[in-house]
């Protein structure tokens, strides 16, 4: 391969790689591929004598790598907030999210009357996330809307919901959470937080232990 043909293989690389970290929700995504995006730029530049490319695309790494510090560095702090399943700020909440939710997870009808559990996830104060759910027969708690507003789909929330937050649902005799999966990304998501098919790979419902 001719070198000219691997720089430009290289500038297309680069890119791409901005383009994807422009598609990024999570900012710290954004900022860690934009990161490698600007580097292999910077590089780039070099490699062709672009130096004004290669100057400002340094710039651009070094300003990532400040801020991905800043927010590597930075403590955030999470609450579960109980609500009236008919809170008129939890309806306004959903309506606001009403078409991302849609996408996410169709099947919800988007109405939190007669759900005996309602959470708001709060994340610095903002609410990043909403669980509702209904108490079923023994032990169970069919969880109807687990979901997390863009920019704060990092796992976090989850996280703290079913892992640090697990006495909150054994204290009230809850020792199983079941859900249905409303996409291939709500799948792909519950797996990634604990939750695995009830009865087999292409089962309906999933579960998560609670303790």
Do not use: C, W
Not at 46 to 74: G, K, Q, T
């Amino acid at each position: 391969m001719e070198a000219s043909t691997l720089y430009e293989l290289i500038g297309y690389a680069a890119s791409v790689l901005v383009a994807v970290a422009l598609t990024m929700r999570s900012v710290l995504r954004l900022r860690l591929i934009n990161l490698v995006g600007a580097a292999t730029f910077t590089v780039y530049g070099l490699l062709i004598h672009a130096y004004p490319v290669a100057l400002l695309n340094f710039a651009i790494v070094v300003i990532n790598l400040y801020f991905l510090a800043e927010m590597l560095r930075a403590r955030e702090y999470f609450e579960l907030l109980e609500v009236p399943a008919d809170s008129p700020y939890l309806r306004r909440f959903l309506d606001f999210h009403q078409a991302d939710i849609r996408r996410l997870i169709p099947d919800f009808d988007g109405d939190p009357a007669g759900h005996d559990v309602a959470l708001l996830v709060l994340r610095n104060l903002v609410p990043a996330g909403v669980l509702l759910a209904r108490r079923q027969d023994g032990d169970a708690l069919l969880v109807t809307l687990d979901y997390v507003i863009p920019g704060y789909r990092d796992l976090k929330a989850a996280r703290f919901l079913f892992g640090q937050n697990a006495a909150y649902f054994t204290r009230q005799g809850i020792r199983r959470l079941l859900t249905r999966p409303g996409s291939d990304k709500h799948e792909h998501y519950l797996r990634r937080v604990g939750f695995a098919p009830l009865g087999g790979p292409s089962a309906a419902l999933y579960m998560r232990a609670m303790g």
